[in-house]
């Protein structure tokens, strides 16, 4: 759906978020809002995730993010609560939040010492006075005080209660894939967490909904069929949705020194009053060898070599991928995936087609860190990406998988959350 469109749906937020037919998705819904990241407090790259908790002992998590403006806003958050396919669902406010329905951002500051101007925003959620009411799928949508109808950004998180237990194995397919090229994953559930006899009342298959998700992408996210029990497990394997494509290592590059190139950079420039990384041309790895390597699978994180403030200190370059290859090709197209694009296939993370040079390009706007990201080919009206043209497929990939469960029996107005792995 288009940015357009979006507005358009809440330009009377309250009654039309409800209505919302479209799953919800991290995504920045303006050039301004750049390097957003949410994650448990006080834990890095740790998945968005709560416990819900009666005592207010669930955790937080942490939201940052910069808008490229010196001015500071006056900048309010909302929560959303969503269905397990992350389309909004019925329930009130009051319902699932035991707080203020609209919160403040009161933590920004200035950058200091920085070619790019921008201001550094953060919060932590939720507060002392607020906790979550129920668990499931939630989004939180910022946006200015003054144009309550104009959403800055989305992120996903969720809480969960946490009464069940989970364990998984991965290993190469061997049900109808590909022995060398494909993972498949098995889930077992094992029973109520510590014999809770309330949470072995809900081990009923056919309200349970596993979900898996490969590393941070959501283009191929998949709720798993059950296949039987096994020794009183509940369990999920054996079929076309639990395999995977191994995929690749994941591509990094290092932009924390803007003075000197360091990893896979080919060189710097500056001119415009502007920051320019040119990346070392990348290569067609589907026929290569496959080496092991441990990466950030896709992630990113903030950092500056020679600065002690990331946050404020940190700098922004563009940044030029480009992907030799001998012809266009006319049945799809190729993204620069990972957290860096919020893990979309859009045109943000597209790369165009340069006929005089035979290459594909593309530029973001990435503040100064590390990076971990694949390029994925998207085929012509498809909305799944695939690793096989220009990454390469291997068994062997140290792949993170994710897994939620979710319960819905019939009456009931929303999904919970009951278990993670």
Sequence with gaps: MSRLLLTIFLLSPVPLLHAQPTRWCDSSWSDLVKTVLLSRDGIEMEEPLLLLDDDG?????????????????????????????????????????????????????????????????????????????????????????????SILLTRRFRVNENLIELSATVERATTGGDLHRDQELSLFIDGARNGNPTAQALLRPEYLHPWVQQNGRTDNMRELPFSGYMSGKLCYRWTD?????????????????????????????????????????????SRKVFRKEETLNGGMKVHVW?????????????????????????????????????????????????????????????????YAY???????????????????????????????VYFRQPGDRYDRLIGVR
């Design 57 to 149: 002992n669930g955790g937080r998590l942490s939201l940052s993010f910069d808008l490229l403006e010196e001015q500071p806003r006056d900048l309010r958050y909302r929560f959303i609560h969503c269905d397990r396919e992350w389309r909004a669902d019925e329930m009130e406010p009051f319902e699932f939040f035991n707080g203020f329905e609209e919160q403040r951002i009161d933590d920004y500051r200035p950058s200091f010492t920085t070619l790019q101007p921008y201001t550094h925003y953060h919060t932590t959620f939720p507060t002392d006075y607020s906790r979550f009411l129920i668990s499931g799928n939630y989004v939180i949508l910022v946006y200015p005080y003054d144009q309550p109808d």
């Design 241 to 285: 949705a639990n395999r995977f494509a191994g995929g690749n290592n994941f591509r990094y590059f290092d932009i924390s020194n803007l003075r000197a190139p360091i990893y896979n950079i080919q060189r710097i420039e500056r001119y415009g009053g502007e920051t320019h990384v040119v990346l070392q041309a990348e290569e067609d790895r």
């Design 306 to 370: 020679d600065r002690t403030d990331n946050a404020v200190e940190a700098d922004y370059a563009w940044v030029y991928f480009t992907l030799p290859m001998s012809r266009p090709l006319l049945d799809g197209s190729i993204h620069i995936v990972g957290a860096l694009t919020d893990w979309q296939l859009d045109d943000a993370s597209r790369m165009e087609w340069n006929p005089n040079q035979q290459v594909y390009t593309g530029r973001l706007y990435l503040k100064q860190g590390y």
């Design 374 to 404: 694949q390029l994925l080919f998207l085929p012509a009206g498809e909305t799944q990406g695939e690793t096989a043209l220009v990454e390469g497929d291997h068994s062997e990939t140290p792949n993170r998988y994710h897994i939620y």
